[in-house]
């Protein structure tokens, strides 16, 4: 979903170091991805998946900034989104396949991912389909593809969803509280996208996004999902949610943990979808000190 709102800041005059980095292109097997990459390149790579519809301009440029301040960090449009080629696949297991096609061209042997709301189906499946390239995931917004756990989805977000163009307002009530505080910290955030240096902004073109909604409904209705295989999803995992996310309700994320051998959770209060750009800095900050942990075994 994309709701541009006006800002008193230019759109190409740089606030966060993130806002000046240019995107880099690799030839797959798949497609030609965009990518852009930030921080020191030492260490293991940080790989973020998006949203439903996003992409590359659709990470929060603060919350880029501290991920990246120690840790090399790397987001990518996958097949048929953004600044990549082709078309999106309609399952997260072609989804997967296309980032390890991705990781593979691009030579980066392991990796941790973050997958935010769909691209935490995609984290998930790419950890069990091809684990020999991740080392640890983080799954934010998102749920494990399980009907029997998943409450139903609140009304006003299925009606928004599937519009071509939603209006600001109805992107704030899907991705933050539906209060005042809620609104106020959704447009906070949101005044901080879109305002890359290169003056450049890539949308999802709708006949991949609609492919994507059909991926999302077929996962939530547990179709060539994650549930039944989280017994297998050994790889250390970190799974966060809003306590108010009317899109993916964060009981699922406690029925994961559940079931997932080797993972964690939090639970933000007084948030929504959109938690990881709510609180930036704690969730920035819970996530390198999950990365960093010894005391689990990868």
């Known amino acids: 979903m994309h709701s541009v709102i006006h800002s008193r800041r230019s759109l190409n005059v740089a606030t966060y170091i993130s806002e000046t980095v240019d995107v880099e292109y690799v030839?797959?097997?798949?497609?030609r991805y965009g990518y852009r990459q930030f921080g020191p390149r030492t260490g293991v790579p940080l790989v973020l998946l998006h949203r439903y519809r996003?992409?590359?301009?659709?990470?929060?440029?603060k919350l880029l900034d501290l991920l990246s301040a120690d840790r090399h960090v790397i987001a990518v449009d996958n097949v048929g989104v953004g600044y990549?080629?082709?078309?999106?696949?309609?399952?997260?297991?072609?989804?997967?396949?296309?980032?390890a096609d991705f990781l593979r061209a691009a030579g980066f042997a392991t990796v941790d991912l973050l997958g935010w709301s769909m691209g935490g189906f995609v984290t998930q499946?790419?950890?069990?389909?091809?684990?020999?390239?991740v080392r640890r995931i983080v799954v934010a917004g998102s749920g494990p593809g399980e009907p029997?756990?998943?409450?139903?989805?609140?009304?006003?977000?299925?009606?928004?969803?599937?519009k071509v163009a939603p209006l600001l307002e109805e992107t704030l009530l899907l991705f933050y509280p539906d209060d005042e505080d809620g609104r106020r910290v959704g447009r906070e955030a949101t005044e901080r996208f879109y305002h890359h240096e290169s003056g450049e902004v890539r949308f999802t073109k709708e006949s991949s996004w609609r492919n994507q909604a059909i991926a999302i409904d077929?996962?939530?209705?547990?179709?060539n999902s994650a549930w039944n295989r989280l017994e297998e999803l050994t790889k250390p995992t970190f799974v966060a949610n809003g306590s108010h996310d009317i899109m993916e309700d964060s009981v699922q994320s406690f029925e994961m943990v559940r079931k997932l051998p080797n993972a964690v959770m939090t639970l933000f209060s007084r948030s929504g979808h959109a938690f990881l750009f709510q609180?930036?800095?704690?969730?920035?900050?819970l996530t390198q000190e999950f990365l960093d942990d010894d005391t689990f075994a990868d």
């Open 148 to 162: 029997s756990i998943r409450p139903p989805e609140d009304p006003r977000s299925l009606e928004i969803r599937p």
């Open 27 to 31: 030839d797959g097997e798949q497609a």
């Open 125 to 133: 499946m790419v950890a069990l389909n091809h684990p020999e390239l």
């Open 84 to 99: 990549s080629t082709g078309d999106a696949p309609d399952n997260a297991a072609a989804m997967a396949d296309g980032v």
């Open 279 to 285: 609180y930036p800095d704690l969730f920035a900050k």
């Open 54 to 61: 996003g992409t590359l301009d659709d990470w929060d440029p």
């Open 218 to 223: 077929a996962w939530n209705a547990g179709e």
